[in-house]
């Protein structure tokens, strides 16, 4: 656990995510377009909370986002399966004349920000032109559990966008459902087992129970959508 003061937020062994530290909680909405692509994100409701508090990831609480014990009447399994890779060891490349995008398949949390314009796979190859490269970064960027990465050939650093330690209980409002938690400007996330999970900027935690890339989200929530 972190020290009293940091920031933190801990994936208990079969229970809630324990959170510590002042940050902002508020909902995150995919706003899509007439099209039903999603286009941007749009914030809504924040919560107010302790300094310590518990956020739900079995899906199953009555006053969400946060816990209220009914993981261990249904015995909720949280049990991790996530590989321990790092990002960079995860991520595949495809470069593109200016940029390149990184991309990790196994964190898609299926927000879909990457399909219009031609998706994000084919704009990489465009970047050499202005229209294209802002929607290439844009895409890449809003990705939330940071599946996406774009990174700059000359300098090879992550071209991110500035995020605020803060937590994002994202809305789908096209599939009509809840989304993963979207932790934001790189809060440490440890496992009771002592495991840090990787520190980054974007990181989409599952909060339905259902994802089989615990503790990250899969999109799982979304399936009947797909
Ligand atoms: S994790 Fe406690 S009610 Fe869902």
Redesign the pocket.
């Known amino acids: 656990m972190a020290k009293t003061g940091e920031m933190s937020i801990t994936v208990s062994g079969n229970?809630?995510?324990i959170v510590q530290g002042e940050m902002m909680v508020a909902e995150q909405h995919i706003v899509p377009d007439a099209a039903g692509m999603s286009v941007e994100w749009r914030e809504g409701k924040e919560f107010d909370h302790p300094a310590t508090f518990?956020?739900?990831?079995?899906?199953?609480?009555k006053t969400k986002p946060f816990?209220?014990?009914?993981?261990?009447k249904i015995d909720?399994d949280?049990t991790g399966s996530a590989s321990r890779d790092t990002y960079d060891e995860q991520a595949g490349i495809t470069e593109g004349p200016t940029l390149s995008l990184k991309d990790a398949e196994s964190l898609c949390a299926f927000a879909r920000f990457c399909d219009p314009a031609g998706q994000v796979w084919g704009l990489v190859h465009e970047t050499d032109q202005e229209g294209p490269r802002i929607q290439f970064l844009h895409e890449a960027g809003s990705c939330p559990g940071g599946r996406l990465v774009a990174v700059d050939n000359e300098t090879e650093s992550a071209m991110e966008p500035r995020l605020e330690k803060s937590i994002g209980l994202v809305i789908d409002t096209r599939a009509k459902v809840d989304g993963p938690l979207w932790i934001r400007g790189g809060i440490p996330i440890p496992a009771l087992d002592g495991y840090e999970y990787e520190v980054r900027n974007r990181v989409a935690l599952c909060r339905c129970?259902r994802s089989s890339n615990k503790p990250y989200c899969n999109g799982s929530h979304a399936a009947g959508a797909r």
């Open positions: 229970g809630p995510y518990r956020l739900c990831r079995c899906g199953h609480t816990c209220d014990g009914t993981h261990k909720f949280g129970g």
